[in-house]
């Protein structure tokens, strides 16, 4: 998926695909975001919240830009409050958005 090599194994009916465990994929710019995120959610998808969507399979993903992680860990609090609390508002990310709502 996305270039990447994975081994799975099937568990069967009682080991199903659950978001104790995911996938995370740390974009580099909202071209990479959006290729990425567009190519997990289609042909069976779900999309959810803060950057997470799943696959046909029912596999959860993180598409997280490395802006979002940079932002969300800054040193500067508020900083750091202002990205979180503007990416708890959407599904894909926006980078932009997030930018802006950290430079407040």
Avoid: Y
């Avoid at 800054?74 to 930018?99: E, L, V, Y």
């Amino acid at each position: 998926m996305l270039g990447r090599k994975f081994v799975g194994l099937d568990g069967g009916l009682t080991c199903t695909p659950n978001e104790a465990v995911s996938f995370m994929v740390i974009t580099k710019d909202q071209e990479e975001t959006d290729r990425s995120w567009d190519a997990i959610v289609r042909n069976g998808g779900q999309e959810s919240a803060c950057g997470w969507c799943k696959d046909r399979w029912g596999h959860s993903w993180q598409v997280t830009p490395r802006l979002l992680l940079e932002l969300t860990t800054s040193s500067d609090r508020d900083k750091a409050r202002r990205a979180f609390g503007a990416m708890m508002t959407m599904g894909k990310i926006d980078i932009a958005t997030i930018d802006a709502a950290a430079r407040v």
